[in-house]
C-alpha cells in the first residue's frame, strides 16, 4: 500500500473529489497552506489526518511534509488538490513499488482545460515525481515550482493522472499565474546570470524531463518568448488540434510568459534603483565610489 499526501490552500471547489479519489489507499494526509476558505471543513469530513503549515514555497512545503509529517507507508504519492487519482493509476503504483531498484516513478499529467484534455500544446506526456520511497526524494525551488532531488534509480508509469488547471474559472488561473510570474520573474534573472544551457541533454537527453528542463532553460535567454511559446504550442506541439481549448490555452500560456518578462524588467529597474539610492552622493559612501559607479551604468 502507499499513503497519499494532499497539498492544499483555498480549494473547497476541488478537495472533495480530489480526497475521494484517493481514497483507494487507507493513509491520506492533507497539508494545508492555512486556507481562509471551506477547504479543511470539507477535508475534515472524510477518514483523513489534516496537517497544517506555513506555505513558503513549493519546494520548501514538499521538503517539510515530507520530514515532520509521519505517514503510515514507506511510499509515497503526492496529489494537489486539483489533480485526482484513479484506479488503474493506483494499481499500478502498487506494482511499481515492488521493484528494489527504482526509488521514485514520474507520472504524466493529462491537463484538463474548458472541460477537454488538451493532449497537443500541454507537451504531453509532461512527467512529474509523483511516486516514491519516502528518505530518498526531497524538493528544491525552481521559478514558483520545484525540482526532485533523487537519492537513486528513478523510473516511468505508463498511467497518468488527470489535471483540472481551471476547475475554479479563469480568474483564479489569472490570479494564481500573477503570483507565479513573480517567482519566475526571479528564477529568471537567476538563471540568466548564473545558469548554462546543457545543449547535450536538449538534444539527446535520455528521458523527457532532462530534455524539458533544458528547453527551459533555452527558452529564458529567447528574445520575443511570448511570441515564441505561442507559436511553439499552437503549430509545432500541435495546439490547433486541441481546438478553442487548445488555442485559449495557448493564448494564456504566452501572456504568462509576457508577464514574466514585464516583471524582470520591474525588478532590474528596482534593484538598479536600489543600488543607485544606496550610492548616491547623500549617502555616508565616499563621493568617488558613486562617481566610479555613474561611469560602471
Not at 526509488?103 to 512529474?128: D, L, N, S
Not at 527551459?216 to 509545432?236: A, E, G, N, Q
Request: with cysteine.
Amino acid at each position: 500500500m502507499i499513503s497519499i499526501y494532499i497539498l492544499t490552500y483555498n480549494e473547497e471547489i476541488d478537495i472533495a473529489p480530489c480526497i475521494e479519489s484517493a481514497l483507494l489507499s487507507d493513509d491520506i494526509i492533507v497539508i494545508d497552506s492555512f486556507s481562509t476558505d471551506r477547504t479543511v471543513e470539507i477535508a475534515s469530513r472524510y477518514p483523513v489526518t489534516i496537517e497544517q503549515h506555513k506555505f513558503e514555497s513549493h519546494g520548501k512545503q514538499r521538503t517539510w511534509m515530507l520530514r515532520e509529517v509521519p505517514c503510515k507507508y514507506e511510499w509515497v504519492y503526492i496529489l494537489e488538490a486539483d489533480e485526482r487519482m484513479t484506479p488503474k493509476l493506483f494499481q499500478e503504483c502498487l506494482e511499481a513499488i515492488k521493484n528494489a531498484e527504482i526509488i521514485g516513478y514520474y507520472v504524466a499529467e493529462r491537463v484538463i482545460f474548458m472541460g477537454k484534455w488538451i493532449k497537443h500544446c500541454t507537451q504531453y506526456p509532461r512527467y512529474q515525481m509523483r511516486l516514491f520511497k519516502k528518505e530518498q526524494v526531497w524538493f528544491s525551488d525552481f521559478g514558483h515550482t520545484e525540482r526532485e532531488v533523487c537519492e537513486g534509480k528513478t523510473s516511468f508509469l505508463k498511467e497518468t493522472y488527470p489535471h483540472y488547471t481551471s476547475g475554479k474559472g479563469i480568474s483564479r488561473w489569472l490570479e494564481k499565474h500573477n503570483r507565479y510570474s513573480t517567482d519566475e520573474a526571479r528564477e529568471t534573472i537567476r538563471q540568466q546570470q548564473e545558469g548554462k544551457i546543457n545543449w547535450q541533454s536538449l538534444f539527446f537527453g535520455q528521458s523527457e524531463v532532462e530534455k524539458r528542463r533544458s528547453l527551459k532553460d533555452l527558452s529564458l535567454r529567447l528574445p520575443f518568448r511570448p511570441w515564441i511559446r505561442w507559436v511553439y504550442m499552437y503549430f509545432i506541439l500541435g495546439g490547433i488540434l486541441d481546438g478553442k481549448a487548445g488555442f485559449a490555452w495557448c493564448t494564456l500560456q504566452a501572456f504568462y510568459e509576457y508577464l514574466i518578462l514585464l516583471k524582470v524588467a520591474e525588478l532590474k529597474q528596482l534593484n538598479s534603483q536600489e543600488i543607485e539610492n544606496w550610492f548616491s552622493p547623500d549617502s555616508p559612501l565616499l563621493p568617488e565610489i558613486y562617481d566610479n559607479f555613474k561611469q560602471i551604468k
